[in-house]
């Protein structure tokens, strides 16, 4: 979403995997539902008003919060 990491000591970079569907709504825990975030994304992904517009195997477009969001899902 903002492609932005907390760089480490060690100079790697911290991101947080987060659940596209939630496990304790049956997400499962596969790549397809997961997404890389920065922590603070993370949370607002996980706690905030989020709305689900468009899922496929190469992109997810959301509203959270009253933004829109396309975030490719494809490693390049």
């Keep these: ?10 100079g790697s970079r911290y991101v947080e995997a987060a659940h596209i569907n ?9 790549a397809e539902n997961i997404i890389l975030l920065c ?3 993370h949370k607002e992904f996980d706690y905030g008003d989020l709305s689900i517009i468009e ?12 933004t829109d969001y396309i975030v490719n899902l494809k490693i390049s």
Aim: glycine share 6%; with cysteine.
């Design 22 to 30: 939630p496990k304790h709504k049956k997400g499962q825990e596969i």
């Design 39 to 41: 922590p603070n994304h």
């Design 55 to 66: 899922q496929t195997n190469d992109k997810i477009e959301f509203n959270l919060n009253g």
């Design 1 to 10: 979403m903002c492609k932005k990491f907390i760089k480490k000591r060690d």
